[in-house]
């Protein structure tokens, strides 16, 4: 039994504007139920019930997941080639010894923006919004819980990466590093509004993280198909859940530090001030007991997207799939108690620092099992090697390295020496670009055609593999070994007699050919998009629910909600087991929640309609940020317009309860 | 150019001997494991055949166990977890190594960290012995240097990759570190905490010497600055009091007390001038004098416009401090 | 408005048999089974909502309250690492006056009443009863509301005089920010219950409501400890 049984029967028309309002049929008493085919008077009502109105009030209203999740990918994308350029600018400066080219003032915005875009704009956005996409629809529903708020998020986050880049233009870029230590961004030594702007953009990014958090996890507890208990949940979607309640926990502790450093700096409070009783390590604390549990973030959806990879493209399902999600598990929670491994160079207690070292330890052995059952299933499977199969290879070896390096720095006195050197540089960029890039790229190659209707091209996808996976060793490969020639990070500049030149030369190299493989990525999604070959509703033969509906899908995911009965719902169904949920409205936006543990229908859930309130409220919060920084009245003013806006967005009209009203049954 | 050591392979003290012996630990079990965790993915890739899209899937495993290849899984886990554990190991013993290293009969320097120099004040018991110098350490072979750590302004990062790691330099919380250099030579530092505009210019040197060298050279240290000779010296003195430099510089033996920069008293014995940046040459040091900026942007020593004959003057004086 | 039925409402359905197993249906997820028919899973019979875990406004509530939650602790967390590194703590000046603060964590304990009573109403689907506690909580937490006024002027510290003061000002001022989003949450969610007709999940709506205002109450009571009691030991 494969996805035929969703797919579109041969000679039926697709679904596309129906004559009669459902609507006016509910109203006339007549009700429409979905749980028919494709071609169904069902599906014609499901289809005018859930589309946007077309234009740009529709695009600006919607809260489709799909459009939203692309929306943010997207978005993320193209700061993620804007901060690559800015890296390209670096790597031309480090090139040669003395080089007049960046002086210091630019060099330390270059970094700042760098490291704050790659990590806060573009990889936590991206893994979110992938999950936003994919999450509703492997879960097998209709949307995800809160679609408006997920919808507010996404402009908030806009316009928080706008304010900061707007700010990079204007001069008033953040220039104390990614992670904004004081008291070199505080009050005193962080002059003018550059710090402003970027704690600013703190707390815009990870309110949109939290919400969209929030979302993710109430859609995976509470909304998948009937059926999919925890046990047959993909991998994927556990992924996205550990991700989502770590970020939970996490995100507050770097908008509160965020908040307490700009109080330092409006308000002269003294958080960070040892002349009056303050700490300078709390800021460090706070920023990294999310920091470390952030490049998690990164990293475990990433591993979702290997964990989706390798079984499609070995043709059976992952081995040790109940050890993997253990292991992800394990991860998540072993995450928080590795922060103080970036501060080994402080004053810290070294009995303490010696427990994060076995902590940092610890984590090792979860991934480890995951890597040992992903070749456990390359091994006793059998390989389809296409594009993003070669990306998770490219994973294989570089996240390994990354991880290798890991433990090296994850030993306190190794650390004193490589702590702040070009060693960490290498080991985190091995990390991050191996541990969440290279997957990402799969993901891309891998779900292309189920966002698009189309397939990337093959060729020119090697081609982009192949450049990528030497370039970045190139790039990177050398600044283990400038690290441990005493090359220190975050220098504009360095004299002739150092030696480092050699190195640094051979390292902007490197960040050519990877800058020359992105852009061969970028044209082989403009072309595919153009001409690319059509994809069906299934073309890598995999088993997971999202491949069970159209390429790309319709407004409302599945003509019939799926009714799962195995981990594989597409490779393996029970031959009595139902196939699929009948009942729901067609004629209003409804979708079923259901129990945490074994899935068991429990409500009928009516989604909220498209509005234009989350786009006014993100607007008004931003403005409410603005407000307070520039006069300590604007913290209390500013917060009407918000208010307003929230109260509309959730007051209900008559319309809504009217219908509300005609579907209710009592519990 | 100044010859110096500054790596973490090449270790000339206890401390980085102990670091790079860990790291040769480090180095050998993780290549081993990297190697070995490729060597199976390449064999899993060659010996699995090839099957297409449309290949139905093996979906035996959704309901029955696969106990061969859970051992051989399981045995990759425990031998991982052995060797993290012989890691581990490795890393507190070193950790409580460093921890245990004799201090006695320490050389005491205190370190303070400002935006973008160092300052070093040689402690002693007996007070008169005193003194303090910037940017260049000088230490005897074979004795520990127990340094105190203190952050002036921003977070600083003292590192000197041949003798030791780094440890940070935190307004507002004092701490030490402790190192021994056991061969004589020159060692190359620099700040590793970002700390604004020129934290890439602010290098340290430590220069380790034999016993009586470095006796020679702290006897030197302590004394006040040479007295003006000739007449071009003697206006140089009053061109350093009489313009901004004394504002900022002290000068042992003169009226110049400030603190707010290197201490000046003997600036000609030094390799290098701006914490690593420049050679400590006639002309180097002239151009330097005349537009600091002009080599480290951003720095707070302003530029200052001097006639011709001023600036030579100057330079005659600071010449002389040896 | 019949008063006595209204106040009397949550001794008389506490004992309700009947009115307490409708209420344990209600919030029991699962309690109405999908029916099959052939291939399908029926679940036109389900109820289009349903109160405590059954809702996705509790989980969404319990996500913000786990945000919300992590930041105080974390808040309180600063607190004590600054009192630590303090030889004085105040490091200058008096404690909070506690007068004012005790009477808000009175106040607030006693606000937790008309919430449950109305969390009960909206389970049983008595409009007149909800809308009447509901107006019952709103005028308490306005007096909670006055009363936080009056703690704001008796902390005794700027937050600008020392990292003590910065401390108790911020650890305040969070809790306080909570409230005063929370009260107009309940504000508004009542006004709904004014505007005929009403469907189920605007009861749902006032549970979820009740609910997150027991956090509220249970946060300050540590905030509290710490505020008023930390300087004090």
């Known amino acids: 039994m494969n996805a035929d049984a969703y797919a579109l029967p041969a000679g039926a028309a697709p679904p596309g504007r129906s004559e009669r309002s459902p609507h006016e049929a509910a109203t006339r008493g007549e009700r429409v139920l979905d749980g028919e085919g494709w071609g169904s008077a069902a599906a014609l009502a499901l289809e005018h019930t859930w589309r946007d109105r077309p234009g740009l009030l529709g695009w600006l209203r919607t809260n489709d997941h799909k459009r939203i999740g692309l929306r943010f990918v997207v978005t993320a994308f193209v700061f993620f080639v804007a901060a690559g350029l800015l890296a390209a600018v670096m790597r031309a400066q480090l090139a040669f010894p003395d080089n007049p080219l960046v002086g210091p003032d630019l060099y330390n915005q270059l970094f700042t923006m760098h490291g704050t875009t790659m990590m806060f704009i573009f990889a936590v956005p991206v893994m979110q919004g992938m999950a936003v996409y994919l999450v509703p629809l492997m879960a097998g529903t209709r949307n995800t819980a809160f679609p408006r708020m997920t919808a507010c998020a996404y402009w908030l986050y806009l316009l928080g990466a706008l304010s900061l880049w707007i700010g990079f233009a204007l001069n008033t870029g953040g220039d104390a590093g990614w992670f904004a230590y004081v008291p070199l961004a505080g009050p005193q030594y962080g002059i003018g509004k550059r710090t402003d702007v970027w704690n600013n953009l703190i707390n815009l990014t990870e309110a949109m993280g939290l919400m969209v958090a929030v979302d993710l996890a109430t859609v995976i507890f509470k909304m998948r198909a009937p059926g999919m208990s925890l046990r047959r949940m993909p991998l994927f979607l556990w992924a996205s859940l550990v991700t989502s309640l770590m970020i939970i926990f996490a995100m507050p502790s770097v908008m509160l530090a965020a908040n307490l450093a700009q109080f330092d700096r409006t308000f002269a409070t003294h958080f960070f001030n040892p002349s009056e009783g303050g700490d300078v390590l709390i800021w460090q604390h706070l920023f990294w007991f999310f920091g470390h549990p952030e490049v998690y973030f990164i990293f475990i959806p990433a591993l979702g997207f290997v964990s989706s990879i390798i079984p499609t493209f070995a043709r059976r399902p992952m081995f040790g799939h109940d050890a993997v999600v253990l292991s992800l598990v394990a991860t998540g929670f072993l995450a928080f108690g590795l922060w103080v491994h970036h501060m080994f160079a402080t004053n810290l207690p070294e009995l303490g620092k010696s427990f994060f070292t076995a902590m940092s330890y610890m984590i090792a052995i979860p991934t480890a099992v995951q890597i040992f059952c992903w070749i456990a299933t390359l091994w006793t499977g059998r390989i389809n090697l296409r594009t993003p199969l070669l990306y998770v290879l490219g994973f294989f070896a570089i996240l390994v390295l990354g991880g290798l390096t890991g433990i090296m720095v994850g030993s306190v006195p190794f650390d004193l020496q490589a702590h702040d050197s070009y060693f960490v540089v290498a080991h985190l960029h091995y990390v991050l670009l191996g541990g969440a890039v290279f997957p990402l790229f799969g993901a891309f190659f891998y779900w292309f055609p189920k966002f698009t209707g189309r397939m990337m091209g093959e060729r020119l996808g090697r081609w982009q593999f192949t450049l990528f996976f030497i370039g970045f060793n190139v790039a990177f490969f050398p600044m283990h070994i400038l690290g441990l020639a005493g090359m220190p990070r975050r220098i504009y500049t360095y004299a002739a007699e150092t030696g480092w030149g050699p190195l640094n030369l051979v390292a902007t190299i490197g960040a050519v050919v990877i800058a020359v493989s992105i852009l061969l990525f970028v044209i082989n999604v403009v072309r595919s998009l153009a001409k690319g070959e059509a994809a069906s509703a299934d073309p890598w033969g995999a088993g997971t629910l999202e491949w069970a509906t159209l390429s790309p899908p319709p407004a409302f995911n599945f003509v019939a909600l799926p009714v799962v009965a195995s981990r594989e719902p597409l490779w393996a169904r029970e031959a009595d087991e139902p196939t699929h949920v009948r009942g729901l409205s067609a004629q209003t936006r409804e979708g079923l929640v259901t129990t945490v543990l074994d899935a068991r229908p429990d409500v009928r859930y009516s989604y909220p309609t498209p509005t234009i309130w989350p786009v006014v409220a993100a607007i008004t919060v931003v403005g409410w940020l603005f407000w307070s920084a520039m006069t300590p009245s604007g913290m209390f003013y500013g917060l009407i317009p918000p208010a307003i806006a929230f109260i509309a967005w959730y007051w209900p009209t008559q319309k809504e309860t009217a219908e509300q009203l005609l579907l209710e049954r009592r519990p | 150019m100044i010859e110096a050591l500054h790596d973490v392979q090449v270790p000339a003290g206890v401390q980085a001997q102990a670091i790079a012996h860990l790291w040769q630990w480090l180095l050998a079990i993780c290549t081993l494991v990297f190697v070995a965790v490729m060597v199976a993915l390449a064999i899993a890739l060659k010996r699995a055949p090839r099957a297409g899209a449309d290949a139905a899937p093996d979906v035996s495993s959704l309901w029955r166990s696969e106990p061969k290849v859970a051992r051989v899984v399981w045995i990759a886990v425990g031998v991982s977890t052995l060797l993290l554990l012989v890691l581990l190991g490795a890393s507190v013993f070193t950790d409580r190594a460093l921890a245990q290293m004799p201090l006695a009969d320490g050389l005491h320097i205190e370190l303070t960290a400002y935006d973008w120099w160092w300052d070093a004040r040689y402690d002693d018991a007996e007070p008169s012995r005193i003194f303090s110098t910037a940017n260049e350490l000088h230490v005897p072979v074979g004795r520990p240097v127990v340094v105190s750590l203190a952050g002036a302004d921003v977070i600083h990062s003292f590192w000197v990759p041949s003798l030791h790691g780094k440890k940070d330099l935190i307004p507002g919380r004092p701490t030490t570190i402790a190192f021994r250099a056991d061969r004589p030579g020159v060692y190359r530092g620099q700040c590793a905490e970002f700390c604004g505009y020129q934290h890439a210019h602010m290098a340290i040197f430590v220069v380790a010497e034999a016993p009586d060298d470095y006796e020679r050279w702290a006897a030197r240290q302590r004394e006040p600055a040479p007295e003006p000779v000739t007449g071009a010296q003697r206006r140089g003195r009053d061109v350093f009091l009489g313009r901004s430099c004394a504002m900022c510089h002290a000068v042992n033996g003169t009226t110049a007390q400030a603190r707010r920069a290197p201490d000046l008293t003997h600036v000609a014995s030094r390799m290098t001038l701006a914490a690593g940046t420049l050679v400590n040459t006639t002309s180097q040091r002239a151009a330097w004098i005349l537009d600091p900026q002009r080599f480290k942007p951003g720095a707070h020593m302003p530029p200052e416009s001097f006639a011709p004959d001023e600036l030579t003057a100057l330079n005659a004086y600071l010449e002389i401090l040896k | ?233």
Do not use: C
Not at chain 3, 88 to 98: K, R, V
Not at chain 3, 167 to 183: E, P, Q, R, S
């Open chain 3, 1 to 233: 408005m019949n008063l006595r039925r209204i106040v009397s409402g949550p001794m008389r359905a506490g004992n309700d048999a009947q009115a307490k197993a409708t209420r344990e249906r209600q919030t029991t997820p699962g309690s109405t089974p999908a029916i099959r028919r052939g291939d399908a899973l029926d679940v036109e019979h389900l109820p289009s909502y349903g109160f405590g875990t059954r809702s996705l406004m509790w989980w969404g509530t319990a996500g913000m309250s786990t945000i919300e939650g992590m930041g105080f602790a974390l808040m309180i967390a600063v607190y004590f690492d600054l009192k630590s590194r303090s030889q004085m703590w105040p490091n200058e000046g008096t404690p909070p006056q506690l007068l004012w603060g005790t009477l808000n964590l009175v106040l607030a304990l006693l606000s937790a009443v008309p919430s449950v009573f109305a969390d009960d109403a909206a389970k049983d689907r008595d409009l007149a009863r909800v809308r009447f506690w509901m107006i019952v909580f709103l005028v308490i937490g306005l007096g909670l509301l006055g009363v936080r006024w009056l703690e704001i002027n008796a902390l005794n510290v700027r937050w600008d005089a020392s990292a003590y003061g910065s401390a108790v000002w911020v650890l305040f001022g969070l809790h306080t920010f909570n409230v005063l989003t929370n009260y107009a949450d309940s504000v508004v969610v009542t006004a709904v219950m004014f505007k005929t007709p009403v469907d189920g999940k605007r009861y749902v709506d006032i549970a979820e409501n009740a609910g997150y205002w027991w956090f509220i109450v249970l946060t300050w009571i540590p905030i509290y400890a710490v505020v008023y009691w930390g300087p004090r030991f």
